[in-house]
Structures are given as C-alpha cells and as structure tokens.
C-alpha cells in the first residue's frame, strides 16, 4: 500500500535506487558472493567470487562448475558435511575449508554460508560468501611452527639436566629412565602418534599423560581406554558414540571417546587387544579425524593426538595376522621402551621412598629393617613398580613380605662351603667372583644383560668371566 502523498512513480524510482545500491555492492564487493542450489549449482555469484577462484567472469565459473560438490571442495565430503550443519541451525555458519581453482591448485577460504527457506520451512538454496584467507592460513601455521620450534628448544634444553630423578609421576634417575625422559620430552613438542612398550605395572599410562601434560593440548582432556576392558559388541558405539534408538538399550544420545579427545589425547591402553574389525573403523578417524556415531549418518571430526601401550610385540601380531600392518605403521611412530623395574635397580631406593612417603602421607615415613630393605633389593618384580606399591602397602599394614615370585633372602653370592684350608688369596677370591657370578645369573634367570647390570659390569666383561669360570653352556645363549 502506497504512503499518503507519495506517487507511484516515485516509489518506483526508490525501489531501483535501492537495487541498483545493492547491484553495486555485489559487483564491487571484495568478497566472493554466491548463491547455490541445493542439487549443486551456482545460480549466481559476483566478479569477486570468480576471480578468487580464477576465473574470467561469473558466467565462466557457472558455466564451468556443474557439480559443486567435486569441482568446487577439494574434499567432496564436505558439502554434506556443511549442509547437515546447516540444515540443523537458523541462521549463518562459518567454516574454513580448501576449494579447488579453475587452474587445479587448491586455497584456502573461509566461507559463512546460511540456508534460504520458503514460508513452509524448506530450504529452497543457499545464500554465502567467501574469503580467500591462504595467505592468512600459512602465516598463521609459520607462527605455529616457529613456536612449536622454540618449545622444543627449549624441552631439549630442560633435557640436557641429567640429574632428573623424576618426570611427572615417573620415578627414576637410572640412565635407561633417562633416555626414556629425552624422548618422552622430544615427543611432547611433537603432534605425533607415540607408542609405549612395556611390561604390566612399569607405568605406561603414566608415560602418556606426561606427554600430554606437556603438549600443547593440556589444556584439553586426556582420554584413557582400556581395549582390553570394553566388550566386542559395544566397541563401536564406545569409540563414536551413539544416538537415541541406534540399538536396543540405547536410550539416549551418547559421546564417544572420540568426541572426548576432541582437541586432546586419546590413550589407547592394551591397544594389541583391538580386534581386525575395529582397527579398520579406527584407522580411518586416525587418518581423517571424521567418523560417524551409531544410527547417524554425518560424518563427524575430531582433532585428536594419538598416544597408544602394549605389553605385546605388534610387529609379531602383524606377521601372525592379528594386527593390521597399515595400522601398526600409523600408531607405531614415536615408540618409548619402558624398562622393567628389575633393570633399573638403582631406581628402587627412590621408588620405595616415594611410595611410603605416598602411603603414610608424611615427608619422614617410617625405616624398614635392613633384612626387608635387602629383600626389596634383591627381588625380581615381576608385577613392576605396581607390584612394588602393593608390597609396601602390605608390609605397613600386615608387617610382612609377600612376594608374587619366588625369593629367599640367602640367595646373595655366600661363601662355597668346601675352601682347602691355607688356599692363596688369589684363589680364594677368584672362587668367591665365580660363586657370585654364578647366584647371580641363577637370580637372573641366566640372562647376561640383566646379570651384568645387576652386579655393575658390562657384558663384555661378565661373558670374559663366564668363560674363564666355564659356567658358559647352552642354558646361556644369547639373552
């Protein structure tokens, strides 16, 4: 209805001042403008757009582009991914993206893209623009790099301090631990997947959030899974979560491990006990980052760092079949050896202090008899340092030692029983070096490097001696 005074041609004339106002933005717009149709078209987009996309005019590009979903996004994915984003959000959405050039080279944009409806609510296309920001995209990453650089300057330099007795909750200042410490520090500068090998109770778990602690993505959650723990029929919908009816049971949406590790780290504990099946799903989020939960058909992203542990030799499980060989080359890239406690005994007088400092809760926890202080010494712990913690624990509480393994206090080297009275010195001592030696390798299960440790010699040295004691047999080969 026309205003009081106001003449119909003068209407008219404000209508084309406004159109020719907004034809004007739109042709000289430094920001590409579109718009698209839902089967993936472009019904009309301005100078800008084409030229960011390096095209002569817009009737070029429109021409040209038939398929919006492979000619236009570099990942063909994608297009759904920002239609489901959209189709369930009022409104305009951001997302940067690379998109594919006339001339086949690939840029980075920012697009903010919102869905045109009609009165019923239908999406009838799709209004957006976009914003070549490759430039912005590589000085942004020459940032980060340049800091990721100087972050891991400056954890090589904390590195070089070799007196460090303990890293996180990691204790130990042995030379092996130390190793562990230079790479755990190299690898938390990194985005890269690491994987601990170890026996059961050496702390693997405790490797991982270390890493984590120090990485960029502390401020984010560490995520921890059991493989071993979750049953084969909920693996699936554990990792990628669930919605509301995917199965019987599942009466509610539900995050998966890998929307918590969104950001963060994903720790994949016992990860040799993953069955075929599941490494195939996993290795494509691994790649990718995309996944989709159980009865939902959009792909969803997570940006995650992989940390994965085992007590099992996968190079062994991928030649018997068990394990899939691209898997293990995706999660074996940055592998930490976690020594088991019974080689690195010069840890054990730090380990027992901190664990009844821990137990007791006092700074001056109580001093154990020298006969159990022996007894901690010499014991071969097959349970590790967990197995450690739970011996003190029992001794505080019950007064007593009880070992998993068998031990004797009498199994140090001892003196031979028959030495010929008024035997030279020289002797005398040669036959207390091999008595010792002997109970030594007995100890170790005749493993030579573990022996040579123990008794503070090298390897060299030990198998001169073996030889010139003649205790090399078949029971010693090369351990």
């Not at 755990?184 to 601990?196: D, E, H, K």
């Not at 195939?280 to 159980?294: E, F, H, N, Q």
């Amino acid at each position: 209805m026309e205003s009081e005074g106001q003449k119909p041609d003068q209407t008219l004339e404000a209508v084309r001042e406004r159109a020719d106002t907004f034809q004007s933005i739109f042709e000289n717009s430094t920001m590409g403008i579109f718009q698209s149709s839902l089967d993936g078209r472009f019904l009309m987009v301005n100078p800008a757009f084409a030229r960011i996309l390096g095209y002569d005019s817009p009737g070029d590009l429109i021409d040209s582009i038939g398929d919006i979903e492979s000619q236009f996004y570099h990942h063909a994915a994608r297009r759904a991914e920002i239609l489901s984003a959209i189709e369930a959000k009022e409104g305009t959405s951001r997302f940067d993206l690379e998109l594919c050039r006339k001339d086949g080279t690939i840029i980075t944009c920012s697009l903010s893209v919102r869905a045109i409806r009609d009165a019923n609510g239908k999406i009838t296309h799709l209004d957006g623009f976009i914003d070549d920001v490759t430039r912005a995209t590589l000085w942004k990453k020459e940032i980060q790099e340049r800091s990721e650089h100087l972050t891991r300057e400056n954890l090589r330099l904390r590195a070089l301090f070799k007196d460090r007795y303990r890293f996180g909750k990691i204790i130990g200042k042995s030379p092996v631990m130390q190793e562990v410490y230079e790479i755990m520090l190299q690898a938390a500068g990194t985005n890269t997947s690491v994987i601990v090998y170890g026996e059961s109770g050496t702390g693997k778990e405790l490797v991982a959030r270390a890493i984590h602690d120090l990485s960029r993505r502390h401020h984010k959650e560490f995520v921890p899974v059991n493989c071993g723990a979750i049953p084969q029929h909920l693996l699936e919908s554990e990792f990628f979560g669930h919605r509301k009816g995917a199965y019987t049971g599942a009466n509610a949406d539900a995050r998966g491990y890998l929307d918590r590790a969104d950001g963060g780290t994903l720790f994949l504990d016992e990860v040799g006990e993953l069955s075929l099946d599941m490494q195939v799903k996993l290795l494509r989020a691994i790649d990718g980052g995309t996944y989709s939960p159980l009865g939902d058909s959009r792909s969803r992203k997570s940006d995650f760092r992989l940390i994965a542990a085992t007590n099992r030799n996968l190079k062994d499980m991928v030649k018997s079949g068990k394990m899939r060989e691209d898997f293990f080359f995706r999660i074996d890239i940055v592998p930490i050896d976690l020594p088991p406690l019974r080689d690195r005994r010069e840890d054990i007088p730090l380990l027992i202090d901190h664990f009844l400092r821990e137990i007791t809760g006092t700074d001056n926890p109580p001093v154990l008899p020298g006969k159990v202080l022996e007894a901690l010494y010499k014991y071969e712990y097959p349970g590790n340092v967990r197995e450690m913690q739970n011996i003190l624990q029992r001794y505080l509480a019950i007064k007593r030692l009880d070992f998993l393994g068998r031990f004797d206090l009498e199994d140090g080297p001892q003196e031979p029983e028959h030495i010929e009275k008024g035997l030279p010195l020289q002797q005398r001592v040669a036959l207390y070096e091999k008595t010792a030696i002997e109970k030594c390798l007995a100890l170790h299960r005749w493993n030579r490097g573990r022996t040579a440790t123990a008794l503070g010699i090298d390897r060299k040295t030990l198998y001169t001696k073996m030889k010139a004691y003649e205790l090399l047999s078949p029971r010693t080969g090369e351990k």
